[in-house]
C-alpha cells in the first residue's frame, strides 16, 4: 500500500484539483511501449501499402544517382553539391512514410489523456540529481515493473519472429533457385510479414502496459486523508475561520437589527419566548416591515430595549410566533397576516392618542384573530 513520506497511507482517490495541478507539472500518464508500437506498427503499415510507390521513386533516384551527368567530371567541384541534392531527393522518397510516422507519434499521447505541453515540465528537477532515488527507481518498484516489461518484450518479439521464421522457412529455402527479380520479391515479402509480427508483438505489449501506466499514475497521484483535509481547507476555506466569520456576520446583523428596534411601531411579544418589532411608514411603505424579531435572550434584550424608548409592547401570542416563523427581517410582513397586524397598528396609534390626550379612554386591544400556521394546524386566538 502507497504510504507518503508521514507514514500516512494513501487510500482516497486524487481529486480533480489534484489530477490538474499534475497536468500543469508535466505529470501525465505515458507508455513509451504504446509508443514505440504506434510509430513503429504505422511505419510498417506505410511501407506494405505504399510500397509500389516508393519502389518506383527509389529507382527512380537510384538511376539518377548512378548516371551523373558528363559534366560533373570535369568540375569536381561540383559534386558535393551532387551528393546533397541527391540526399534530399531520397527524402523526398521517404516523405510520406515519415509523415505517416509524425502522425502516428501523436496516437500513444492522445490515447493515454491527450496532448498536454507544460512549461514547468522543462525546467531542470535537482532532485532527479539524487543518487538515492535514482536507486529507490532502479531496484524499487518501478526497476521491477520496467524489468519485467523488457522480458516481455523480448519473449513477445522472440515469439513472433520466431514463428514468421519457422513457418517462412520453406520460402527462404527457395530463393536461391529462383532469379534475381524473384528473389527480390520474395524477400521483400518475407520481411514484411517479419516486419508485421514484430509489430503485432509490440502492440500486445502496449495494450498491457498501457492500462498499466495509467492505473500506476493515478496510484502515485492518491492521497492521504489529512491531504484531502487540507486541499478542502484550500478549496472551501478553514471551517474554524468560517464559523468565525459566520459569527461576527451574526453580530453584525444583530446590532443592525438592535439599531432599528427604536424606529418601530409596535413590538409583539409571546409573551416571553419570541418578539418582533415592526414598523409602518404610510407614505413610503405598501406593508408594515419586520425590523427585529429573537427568542428567548434576544427577545428578552428586544422588549427591553423597546421599553426604554417607549416602543408600545403588544402580547398577542400567536400572532408573535408566526411573524417570527415567517417574516424576513427588513421585509414586509406575509400578506395573510396583514389584517391582524392591521388590528394591532390601530390599537397602538389609539394608544398613542390617548397618551396624548387626544382620546377619551383609554383603547382596548380585541381578539386577534390569526391562524399560527400558514396550512391552518394552529387555532386563532
Known amino acids: 500500500m502507497a504510504e507518503n513520506e508521514d507514514g500516512q497511507d494513501k487510500t482516497e482517490q486524487p481529486t480533480a484539483k489534484r489530477l490538474n495541478k499534475a497536468r500543469e507539472d508535466g505529470n501525465i500518464a505515458r507508455s513509451r511501449e504504446l509508443a514505440t508500437a504506434s510509430v513503429f506498427g504505422a511505419g510498417v503499415i506505410a511501407l506494405?501499402?505504399?510500397?509500389?510507390?516508393?519502389?518506383?521513386?527509389?529507382?527512380?533516384?537510384?538511376?539518377?544517382?548512378?548516371?551523373?551527368?558528363?559534366?560533373?567530371?570535369?568540375?569536381?567541384?561540383?559534386?558535393?553539391?551532387?551528393?546533397?541534392?541527391?540526399?534530399?531527393?531520397?527524402?523526398?522518397?521517404?516523405?510520406?512514410?515519415?509523415?505517416?510516422?509524425?502522425?502516428?507519434?501523436?496516437?500513444?499521447?492522445?490515447?493515454?489523456?491527450?496532448?498536454?505541453?507544460?512549461?514547468?515540465?522543462?525546467?531542470?528537477?535537482?532532485?532527479?540529481?539524487?543518487?538515492?532515488s535514482g536507486l529507490k527507481r532502479t531496484y524499487g518498484p518501478e526497476g521491477l515493473a520496467e524489468l519485467t516489461k523488457s522480458l516481455l518484450r523480448v519473449a513477445f518479439l522472440g515469439t513472433a519472429t520466431g514463428l514468421t521464421l519457422v513457418h517462412g522457412m520453406d520460402v527462404l529455402q527457395a530463393m536461391p533457385n529462383q532469379s534475381l527479380e524473384q528473389a527480390a520479391q520474395t524477400g521483400l515479402y518475407f520481411a514484411s510479414r517479419l516486419l508485421l509480427a514484430g509489430a503485432v508483438a509490440l502492440m500486445?505489449?502496449?495494450?498491457?502496459?498501457?492500462?498499466?501506466?495509467?492505473?500506476?499514475?493515478?496510484?502515485?497521484?492518491?492521497?492521504?486523508?489529512?491531504?484531502?483535509?487540507?486541499?478542502?481547507?484550500?478549496?472551501?476555506?478553514?471551517?474554524?475561520?468560517?464559523?468565525?466569520?459566520?459569527?461576527?456576520?451574526?453580530?453584525?446583523?444583530?446590532?443592525?437589527?438592535?439599531?432599528?428596534?427604536?424606529?418601530?411601531?409596535?413590538?409583539?411579544?409571546?409573551?416571553?419566548?419570541?418578539?418582533?418589532?415592526?414598523?409602518?411608514?404610510?407614505?413610503?411603505?405598501?406593508?408594515?416591515?419586520?425590523?427585529?424579531?429573537?427568542?428567548?435572550?434576544?427577545?428578552?434584550?428586544?422588549?427591553?430595549?423597546?421599553?426604554?424608548?417607549?416602543?408600545?409592547?403588544?402580547?398577542?401570542?400567536?400572532l408573535a410566533r408566526a411573524l417570527y416563523r415567517e417574516g424576513e427581517l427588513d421585509k414586509e410582513i406575509p400578506v395573510r397576516l396583514y389584517a391582524a397586524v392591521a388590528q394591532v397598528l390601530s390599537y397602538v396609534y389609539q394608544l398613542r392618542a390617548w397618551r396624548r390626550g387626544t382620546a377619551p379612554a383609554a383603547p382596548q386591544l380585541g381578539r386577534v384573530d390569526v391562524d399560527e400556521f400558514a396550512d391552518g394546524r394552529g387555532d386563532a386566538r
Open 48 to 132: 506494405m501499402t505504399l510500397g509500389p510507390l516508393l519502389g518506383r521513386g527509389a529507382l527512380g533516384w537510384m538511376r539518377g544517382a548512378l548516371s551523373p551527368e558528363p559534366m560533373l567530371l570535369q568540375a569536381p567541384e561540383r559534386l558535393f553539391g551532387h551528393m546533397g541534392l541527391l540526399l534530399l531527393k531520397l527524402m523526398l522518397v521517404m516523405v510520406p512514410v515519415l509523415g505517416i510516422c509524425v502522425l502516428a507519434a501523436f496516437i500513444a499521447p492522445l490515447a493515454m489523456g491527450g496532448l498536454n505541453v507544460a512549461s514547468k515540465s522543462l525546467v531542470p528537477d535537482l532532485k532527479r540529481l539524487n543518487p538515492i
Open 204 to 318: 500486445l505489449l502496449a495494450a498491457i502496459d498501457a492500462p498499466y501506466q495509467k492505473w500506476n499514475w493515478k496510484r502515485k497521484l492518491k492521497m492521504t486523508r489529512q491531504e484531502l483535509r487540507d486541499e478542502m481547507k484550500e478549496s472551501e476555506g478553514n471551517p474554524q475561520v468560517k464559523g468565525k466569520i459566520r459569527q461576527l456576520q451574526m453580530q453584525m446583523s444583530q446590532r443592525r437589527m438592535m439599531e432599528a428596534v427604536p424606529t418601530a411601531d409596535v413590538i409583539l411579544v409571546n409573551p416571553t419566548h419570541y418578539a418582533v418589532a415592526l414598523k409602518y411608514d404610510g407614505d413610503s411603505m405598501r406593508a408594515p416591515r419586520l425590523v427585529a424579531k429573537g427568542a428567548d435572550e434576544m427577545a428578552f434584550r428586544i422588549r427591553e430595549l423597546g421599553e426604554l424608548h417607549r416602543i408600545a409592547v403588544v402580547s398577542a401570542p400567536p
